[in-house]
């Protein structure tokens, strides 16, 4: 099992920045990518941004030049750095962990508010 953990989110005034941090404890050998993944209101979740234990990563469109995400200490923690943001950036972020076997955990989610 493994269980990741969100921190970071607040509230930001648009252009602003914000760092999420997720780590993730459990059986974290098992780990091969994490990702962010953002739910705004009465909408689906969606993929922001994923990183692999070997650093490759993947962005949405609207998070590329403005997202950035890497591991952190070790490859159980993947942190969000996201600038300029915008109010359409607002919603709940969750932090995903993929491993061997394709099992997905999933984390309880940070909110992200932005206001003009």
């Known amino acids: 099992q493994l269980q990741p953990v969100e921190s970071g989110g607040g509230l930001v005034q648009a252009g602003g920045s914000l760092r999420l941090s997720c780590t993730a404890s459990?059986?974290?050998?098992?780990?091969?990518?994490m990702g962010w993944y953002l739910q705004a209101p009465a909408k689906q979740r969606e993929m922001v941004a994923t990183?692999?234990?070997?650093?490759?990563?993947n962005y949405a469109d609207f998070a590329k030049g403005r997202f950035t995400i890497s591991n952190g200490n070790g490859k159980n923690t993947a942190n969000l750095q996201m600038n300029s943001l915008k109010p359409e950036d607002t919603a709940v972020y969750y932090c995903?962990?993929?491993?061997?076997?394709?099992?997905?955990?999933w984390g309880r989610g940070t909110q992200v508010t932005v206001y003009s």
């Open positions: 995903k962990v993929n491993t061997w076997g394709n099992q997905d955990f």
């Open positions: 459990g059986s974290i050998f098992r780990i091969t990518v």
């Open positions: 990183i692999t234990t070997l650093g490759s990563t």
